[in-house]
């Protein structure tokens, strides 16, 4: 054994660990940190006043006329909550879709999920 052996050695578990934590500091901390989710608030808050229209229209009784009004309330309740919670959940920072220019390769679009929370109870 060459005493240049150890220093190779170590040089190179060092060249290893170093690489290995840059790779992972990149994965766990900036990746994320440049996602940008996206969220079409104008959309989701159309679809639904169109249905809470509709059916006010469609409705026959007061009853069905305070149950819809009774959902539009509780979908009032809702949206705030669910926009509240959708940087948690992609751990990125949500914003409109009107504000961003153009998509990148960074951003999600989360409308969907935004939907998904405002419907379930």
Do not use: H, W
């Amino acid at each position: 054994m060459t005493p240049r052996t150890p220093f190779m050695v170590n040089a190179l578990i060092s060249l290893v660990i170093a690489a290995g934590a840059l790779l992972l500091y990149d994965r766990l901390v900036i990746r994320p940190a440049r996602t940008i989710g996206v969220v079409d608030l104008a959309e989701v808050y159309r679809d639904k006043e169109d249905e809470f229209t509709r059916r006010l229209t469609a409705a026959r009784s007061d009853e069905e006329r305070q149950a819809t009004l009774q959902m539009a309330r509780s979908f009032a309740q809702r949206l705030p909550v669910a926009l509240e919670a959708l940087p948690a959940e992609c751990r990125c920072l949500v914003v409109l879709k009107a504000s961003v220019a153009g998509p990148t390769p960074y951003t999600v679009n989360l409308t969907a999920r935004l939907r998904q929370k405002v419907e379930s109870p």
